[in-house]
């Protein structure tokens, strides 16, 4: 079992940045993949940024405006977002993967709340 617990959500002008956090309650080494979707309200939950071992990737969307990082030390994956929109409001979650003989199993977090709004 995974549990996650996401934090650095809020309200933020567009232009303005804010940094999430994701503190895993096991030592990411032994997690597979680990990410950040978001939900706005009426959409369906999208992926924006996820991390392997070895790779990083972020979608078309928030490229060159946010980062996805790890702490291994603290267990903690980061989303450092720049620049952002409007259309960047959202409920973020945090997820960890691990991948199993015949498939993979996520673990979410409870969602934080990203308002980017004048």
């Known amino acids: 079992q995974v549990q996650l617990v996401e934090s650095g959500g809020g309200l933020v002008q567009p232009g303005g940045s804010l940094r999430l956090s994701c503190e895993a309650s096991?030592?990411?080494?032994?997690?597979?993949?680990m990410g950040w979707s978001r939900q706005a309200p009426g959409k369906q939950r999208e992926l924006v940024a996820f991390?392997?071992?070895?790779?990083?990737k972020l979608v078309a969307d928030v490229k060159g405006r946010f980062t996805i990082s790890r702490d291994n030390a603290k267990n903690t994956v980061y989303l450092q977002m720049n620049s952002l929109r409007p259309e960047d409001t959202a409920v973020y979650y945090c997820?960890?993967?691990?991948?199993?003989?015949?498939?993979?199993?996520?673990?979410w977090g409870q969602g934080t709340q990203v308002t980017v709004s004048s």
């Open positions: 997820y960890a993967r691990r991948f199993l003989l015949n498939g993979a199993r996520d673990y």
């Open positions: 096991i030592n990411i080494f032994s997690i597979d993949e």
């Open positions: 991390m392997t071992s070895g790779s990083t």
